[in-house]
């Protein structure tokens, strides 16, 4: 199939972008990397009068590191994320999770933006934002707001972003200290989204008690979902005292919305959901043990 006629258009700024939703109306919407809107204009699970082009707004790109935050461009594409040594220094889980993006064609033209707005449950950004408590930052006529991202994601491919506003950045929040990183997913083949995946960032005190961590569910419900329970549970507990198999299963036994469809029952994908929080927790907690003591 091919898509339905629409009217394209290639603001220059992040503001010509915000005034032509405005002026368009629920009519218009924003492309960014193309790679998850244009697949589903062509199979006519979406149509739009318009597309805003944002791909070419320079603003809109780029990396940057300032008072333990690490703020990326919406349109900073994948593959940009993929490259850059100071996201792989900054917020490790990031760049852990780019490969696992697709392909390296998809990552070349994906952006942070899209993925984020987008906000597929079974994609690994929209997960790793809401394990780090990263901060969406938007434009529309009523100025420049922050969102946190445990308020951002509201349903099945749906957000709290007005229709008129757009995604600028992401601001992804640096742990420092012995932390340890660790992403994992299960999929049928390389490249596809997951069945199941999880995002885990760990925090160990000097005498390897869990001062904080984080458990990013992918692929396990309707939105991108995190483990909390699970996380008070382990918080000021030390490390080795929950087995990795626990961990896993209190991560998702509490799970009430988990998907069912032809890549697996909501049974299985719960039962893969429980494997990857264990062998993600397993590599963040020894990768975190490895650190150094303070």
Known sequence: MKPASFEYHAPKSADEAMGLLAELGEGAKILAGGQSLVPMLALRLAVFDHLVDIGKVDELKGIAREDGVLSVGAA????AIDRSDEVASAVP????ATPLIGHFQIRNRGTVGGSIAHADPAAEYPAVALALDAKIETLSVKGRETVAAA???TGLWSTSLDPEAIVTGVR???????????INEFARRHGDFAIAGAAVAVE??????????AIGLIGL???????TEAEQELTQHNAGEHPADDVGRLAVERLTDVPSDLQGSAEYRRRVGAAVVADAWTAAVREAKEAQRG
Do not use: H, M, N
């Open 172 to 182: 992804f929040p640096i742990w420092t200290g012995r932390c340890g990183f660790a």
């Open 93 to 96: 889980l990031l760049a852990r």
């Open 221 to 227: 419900g309707s939105t991108p979902l995190r483990a």
């Open 76 to 79: 900073t594409t994948e593959a």
């Open 204 to 213: 160990l005190d000097g005498d390897d008690r869990v001062k904080r961590c």
């Open 151 to 153: 308020d951002f994601f």
